[in-house]
């Protein structure tokens, strides 16, 4: 396995992706899962017992040609220690962002007290998920909001390789700025890329001052091939 997944986090430049996510809205952090670690996530697909709920696409108009599955407690370990260890750093930039948009609200420096925050607000199931997409497979521009509390960042992770596994499905990410026309991007992610990105809005500096710009992510239509991918979100979910 390497380094432990604490430590690849550990090093990570947070600097670097503060600023990318002020500037492109998002940051990319490359090889944040080895082969290995991608294949065994993959597996998971294959045992029902691992995931608490599944979601089709088409049957409620989402997309097409795919699917998701919200993982269940207790998660996999690999999963775990993912959702533990990029929470803290992103804590951060989130209490950051708040600052800069005038909310009073300031998210807490552990996870744990994140989870407690969200039982309180009757949110106690885990939305952790891996998402599988077929050939004609898409996932329309959505926001993931579970309830009341929601993290202002989340993180998704290429379990698959483009162009050996699958061809386009590229991530997209949609932001509407105040009295502007949408902007988008497409962020094609390598075997073991994370992407970190806004859950439902940032902050953008506009020429009075920070204004609040929302953004909805998707994925563009799979050409042919398998794409998997692993979603880590840090809000709990309404039961």
């Known amino acids: 396995m390497g380094r432990s997944i604490r430590e690849r986090i550990g090093r990570l430049d947070l600097r670097a992706l503060a600023s990318d996510l002020d500037e492109l809205g ?4 490359p090889g944040l899962l080895s082969r290995t670690e991608c294949a065994r996530t993959r597996a998971l697909w294959k045992d029902p017992a691992a995931f608490r709920r599944r979601v089709d696409l088409a049957r409620h108009r989402f997309g097409d040609h795919g699917e998701y599955r919200y993982l269940a407690r207790p ?38 007290a994140l989870a407690k925050q969200c039982r309180e607000q009757g949110q106690s199931e885990p939305t952790p998920l891996i998402l599988d997409y077929t050939a004609g497979g898409y996932n329309c521009l959505h926001q993931d909001l579970y309830g009341p509390l929601a ?55 506009g020429v009075r001052g920070d204004v609040r710009a929302t953004l909805r992510h998707g994925v563009a239509r799979v050409q042919e091939g398998h794409r998997m991918t692993l979603g880590i979100i840090f809000h709990d979910a309404r039961s």
Request: aromatic content about 8%.
């Open 26 to 29: 998002h940051a990319v952090l």
């Open 75 to 112: 998660l996999p370990p690999l999963v775990a220690a993912l959702r533990t260890h990029l929470y803290p750093p992103l804590a951060a930039v989130a209490n950051s962002w708040a600052e800069r948009l005038s909310s009073p609200h300031r998210f807490p420096a552990r996870l744990a």
């Open 151 to 205: 993290f202002p960042l989340q993180v998704t992770i290429g379990l698959s390789q483009p162009g050996h596994d699958y061809r386009g499905g590229a991530f997209l990410l949609v932001e509407q700025r105040p009295r502007m026309q949408s902007r988008g991007d497409a962020v094609s992610l390598e075997l073991g890329d994370a992407v970190v990105f806004p859950t439902v809005a940032r902050p953008v500096r």
